[in-house]
């Protein structure tokens, strides 16, 4: 029979190492940071190592001194994070979900989807990767594209690609057509 485990320490010292390693390890946003110590503080309370309004002052204290040290912020995650999934192929959309469940401001959000507008990363260059990764549409076998095509649009839909754009993919007549149309626009 597995051994009951100790509560976690949630001393002010013990919760700043926590936090130190996670941002080591993971890029988090504020909301992000303060959720992943807080369970544990939540397995603590379960232990009756400390009571649940203390650990969470604990927590939003040190959320705090870390955010004026600049260690954790949301501008920072949102940027970083968007264009990392506009690089993967992610719609706009699918963007501004993935950072809104991290718990980024919308502020944020719209301020990183508008940089990555500026640096010229359209939806239109993120289905281009999008449908290369998942072979749809121009990268996929000439003879299947036209039996394919709806299943392809589909794909690219609920990737959150609008019609338009999914069409623009699915309908290029080879990715080498497309690719060069996207670099002579940007």
Not at 93 to 109: C, N, Q, T
Not at 159 to 178: H, I, K, N, Q
Request: proline letters at 4%.
């Amino acid at each position: 029979m597995p051994r009951p485990s100790s509560p976690p320490a949630v001393t002010p010292a013990a919760l700043e190492t926590a936090a130190l390693r996670y941002l080591e390890r993971y890029a988090s946003s504020v909301a992000n940071l303060r959720r992943v110590l807080m369970r544990r503080i939540e397995r603590a309370a379960r232990a009756g190592a400390i009571d649940r309004e203390e650990g969470r002052a604990r927590v939003a204290a040190l959320v705090e001194r870390l955010r004026e040290r600049r260690l954790v912020d949301d501008n920072t995650y949102a940027d970083g994070r968007a264009r990392s999934l506009s690089r993967q192929g992610r719609s706009r959309a699918a963007i501004a979900r993935r950072l809104a469940a991290k718990g980024v401001e919308s502020d944020a959000v719209e301020a990183a989807l508008a940089a990555l507008a500026e640096a010229g990363e359209t939806d239109l260059h993120a289905a281009l990767r999008f449908a290369k990764r998942r072979r749809l549409g121009p990268f996929r076998a000439a003879k299947e594209r036209a039996l394919r095509r709806e299943r392809d649009l589909a794909a690219l839909g609920r990737a959150g690609f609008s019609y338009e754009v999914a069409r623009a993919v699915v309908d290029a007549p080879s990715a080498d057509t497309l690719a060069l149309t996207l670099a002579s626009e940007g």
